[in-house]
């Protein structure tokens, strides 16, 4: 006979009250990506965990792992949603340039939870546009995000604007590029040098370190994109991604308060392009997370554009 009832670490029962706001606000938000014209989709919550894990160790660190007794084979229950829309977008699109505008809000679990008051059980909230390339489409995603944030009532809201790329130049210029792991990128968002020093040991030499001083510097509203462009003379690549982010936020309304950080990098490898992270002073961590990303959808047969962003609505409910 159990004599102690209890649940592992890091989830949590919600009982009436919360239970009952959580659902409130859950339809507000599909309402609100409805009307916006995002399908509604509900993707399934486990996958072949190989399927998983092919996009990356960061995902694959992720996820809970078991063994199907149907077919035999490891079966992962997914920590991202984002992953199983693109799998769903690659069955239902007729074209690489078909556009399609996608939301969802489903339980996922983490088995890797670095932050200390951060649950293994999210209900993930997202929306993704696919088949579109153009700058119009980031911008759409960015402020669906920022009306979510309205309709939610949270307030003091910080968007962190960065490009994959200009990360992944800055270690090539560098020879570090066979360094790049989830773990460096979890440095650089630190600006945790002496991690950094630590990790990379022997691959490091004065200068390369002087240039990481540097570069982890780099942030600040759009007025620092003049520094970093004049950081990144000569860099074609880089200055050709700058414009894009300048372009993006001076689309946004005055109101948002945005920067540019560019050591915000503590993504999922599948992220190939724009990325952003949001920001408020009740969080401890990022409160949802965002940008392109193309690498994830040619895992699945088609390379197309793609773009979108996630947050856990009951963190953000409950947690803060």
């Not at 909230?125 to 995603?141: P, T």
């Not at 920067?259 to 408020?280: K, M, N, P, R, T």
Request: glycine content about 4%; aromatic content about 12%.
């Amino acid at each position: 006979m159990i004599t102690t009832w209890s649940i592992p670490d890091k989830v949590e029962d919600l009982y009436p009250q919360k239970a009952l706001e959580l659902e409130k606000n859950r339809r507000v938000l599909v309402d609100f990506f409805l009307k916006n014209k995002f399908e509604l989709i509900s993707p399934a919550m486990i996958e072949y965990a190989d399927n998983i894990s092919f996009n990356g160790k960061s995902v694959d660190s992720d996820m809970f792992k078991l063994s199907d007794p149907l077919s035999g084979r490891l079966i992962g229950v997914t920590p991202d949603l984002t992953i199983q829309t693109a799998r769903i977008d690659n069955y239902l699109a007729s074209s690489s340039n078909d556009i399609k505008s996608y939301c969802y809000c489903g339980p996922v679990l983490k088995a890797d939870t670095s932050s200390f008051n951060q649950s293994r059980e999210e209900l993930q909230v997202g929306v993704e546009i696919y088949g579109n390339e153009k700058i119009e489409a980031d911008i759409s995603v960015v402020s669906t995000l920022i009306k979510s944030f309205k309709l939610l009532k949270i307030k003091d809201i910080l968007l962190s604007f960065n490009d994959i790329s200009i990360y992944t130049e800055f270690l090539k210029s560098l020879a570090l590029s066979a360094h790049d792991s989830k773990q460096l990128r979890s440095y650089f968002a630190k600006k945790d040098l002496v991690s950094i020093k630590n990790l990379l040991g022997k691959n490091l030499n004065f200068y390369k370190i002087s240039k990481i001083e540097l570069f982890m510097d780099m942030f600040g509203d759009d007025k620092s994109l003049k520094k970093i462009q004049e950081f990144f003379v000569g860099n074609k690549v880089i200055q050709n991604r700058l414009k894009n982010l300048k372009k993006i936020m001076s689309a946004l309304p005055s109101s948002v308060k945005i920067i540019i950080d560019l050591s915000d990098v503590d993504f999922y490898e599948y992220h190939s392009g724009f990325i952003f992270s949001a920001y408020s002073s009740k969080f401890t961590s990022p409160i949802a997370k965002g940008g392109r990303f193309e690498n994830l959808t040619t895992n699945f047969g088609k390379k197309r554009p793609a773009v979108g962003f996630t947050f856990d609505l009951r963190s953000l409910l409950f947690v803060g």
